[in-house]
């Protein structure tokens, strides 16, 4: 159904999964971290009318790695040069989270190559983002995450121990389970 393939940006080598042609292209741009198998449990039925394009984004999935290089404009810049040289018919990008960004970006610099834009769980308040991203809140939440899965908990402990970690909310204080 899906074909990895990979595509060079003249910086780094872009790892993506194509089907066959059913119709119009749709590219899907996961968030981070993440990968393009992140969209495997939708993908079956949209291959029925669609041209999927599922790409991982550079140092994810099986996509390379470039030192330094993983700002937001990065990325833009692989999905600006990955529609520039596989896209010819306008295409519907999906962007989940991060990846949102990363389309709305593409419509903006490319917008002859963008004919939709599906935008899923994305912050586009990127002040607000920052903000939380550099903060304790943040710091704490991650570190936790990465103890849990460190310790390799049987699933019902791991599932016990995710609900239970809190969690930052607006106007919350403290935060919420």
Same mark, same amino acid.
Request: with cysteine; glycine share 8%.
């Given at each position: ?10 910086? /780094? ?10 119709? &119009?292209?749709?590219? !899907? /741009?996961?968030?981070?971290? +993440?990968?393009? *198998?992140?969209?495997?449990?939708i993908i079956p039925p949209l291959t029925m009318e669609w041209h999927i394009y599922d790409l991982?984004?550079?140092? *994810? ?6 030192? +330094? ?12 040069? #990955? ?10 990008? #999906? ?5 949102? %960004? /990363? ?10 190559? /963008? ?10 308040? !990127? ?17 936790? %995450? ?5 310790? *390799?908990?049987?699933? &019902?402990? !791991? ?12 106007? *919350? ?5």
């Open positions: 159904m899906l074909t990895e393939k990979n595509f060079n940006t003249g910086i /780094v080598t872009i790892s993506y999964a194509e089907s066959p042609p059913s119709g &119009s292209p749709l590219v !899907m /741009v996961h968030g981070l971290p +993440g990968c393009w *198998q992140e969209f495997l449990p991982d984004f550079r140092g *994810q999935g099986k996509s390379g790695h470039v030192p +330094g290089a993983y700002l937001p404009a990065d990325y833009s810049a692989d999905l600006n040069a #990955f529609l520039d040289e596989h896209i010819t018919a306008p295409a519907v990008i #999906f962007g989940l989270s991060a990846g949102g %960004l /990363v389309a709305l970006n593409a419509a903006a610099h490319r917008p002859e190559k /963008v004919r939709a834009l599906i935008i899923g769980d994305s912050p586009i308040d !990127m002040e607000a983002l920052l903000a939380w991203m550099n903060s304790t809140e943040f710091c704490r939440y991650f570190t936790a %995450l990465r103890e849990i899965a460190a310790s *390799q908990p049987p699933l &019902s402990e !791991m599932t016990q121990a995710l609900a239970d970690l809190p969690l930052p909310a607006p106007g *919350q204080d403290p935060p919420v389970r």
